[in-house]
């Protein structure tokens, strides 16, 4: 299927190609596609495990979002006794992700918050630890954080 600024073209769909949009043009990629990264960017909201293919198709593996309080919140708590729940919201958080991370298979690109990073890695079983192959600090959550990790991949990738 392709679009001439004139008429519309259909071709029979042959199974084996992915076609995309451009503005106008039709872009089509065909070929096997293969895993390019595994990436996981987590934040105190939430955590999206993606995979990442040549053909430029991004698949939503799971995404979680977290119970973990923010840092101000009305009420008649104590400041120690909120930090102190709070604190324990992210730790359960994190082994959550690790619960969540043991399905998956492959290694995995991740990109977290540094303030949280060694918090992190000790709620990680050594099986999960081995998954890892890179850390990166995170602006963005979620869709837009994956966009910007896969932008700083690529580009380190051509130099």
Known sequence: MYWDDSKLLIEPYSGRSKVYY???????????????????????????????????EIERVFSLHSEVPHKMRVGGQSAPRFQRIRDNEITLWYKRLNEALKLQEGEVFLSINFVYKKRFLKTLST?????????????YSGLTGISQYIGKLEAEKKG
Do not use: H, P
Request: proline letters at 0%.
């Open 22 to 56: 451009c503005g106008k043009e039709l872009l089509r990629y065909d070929g096997e596609s293969t895993l390019m990264y595994s990436l996981l960017i987590v934040d105190l909201e939430e955590a999206i495990f993606c995979r990442v293919w040549s053909d430029g």
């Open 127 to 139: 099986y999960n630890k081995a998954k890892i192959v890179r850390f990166d600090k995170n602006e």
